[in-house]
């Protein structure tokens, strides 16, 4: 017997706002039947799929340290570099940029200091 995820789950200060950032960034959305607002302790998006949930989930501390789990994107639609400048005016931060003439990634902040890496798209790796 096994376990599956149910859903990933991220501590915030605001969920309302940190789970309008993370579905512009990966095109998913809330419940139409249940959607959420300004002020609801608890918000879930859905992938296109309804599958891979993410829940935001207001708690009273604040991010102190690296994150020990990260999201790795890798662009559908658009080169990494594209995708940079796209999360970059989304309200992302550059934490450290790892691009290299052959691949790398780029390190980003979600509005709230989450970790999270930007790949290169499927079609630029060679």
Not at 25 to 39: H, I, R
Not at 47 to 70: M, W
Request: hydrophobic letters at 35%; aromatic letters at 8%.
């Amino acid at each position: 017997m096994t376990s599956r995820i149910s859903h990933t789950s991220f501590d915030c200060s605001n969920a309302y706002q940190l789970s309008l950032f993370w579905a512009a960034v990966l095109g998913y959305a809330q419940d139409p039947e249940n959607p959420d607002e300004p002020g609801d302790e608890e918000c879930m998006i859905f992938g296109p799929d309804g599958a891979t949930p993410l829940l935001f989930i207001e708690v009273p501390e604040r991010k102190q340290i690296k994150n020990r789990l990260h999201l790795d994107l890798r662009p559908t639609d658009r080169t990494r570099d594209e995708e940079v400048e796209r999360i970059l005016d989304l309200g992302g931060t550059v934490v450290e940029d790892l691009r290299t003439a052959d691949g790398g990634w780029v390190v980003f902040a979600d509005p709230e200091g989450n970790e999270f890496c930007v790949l290169r798209a499927d079609p630029e790796i060679g």
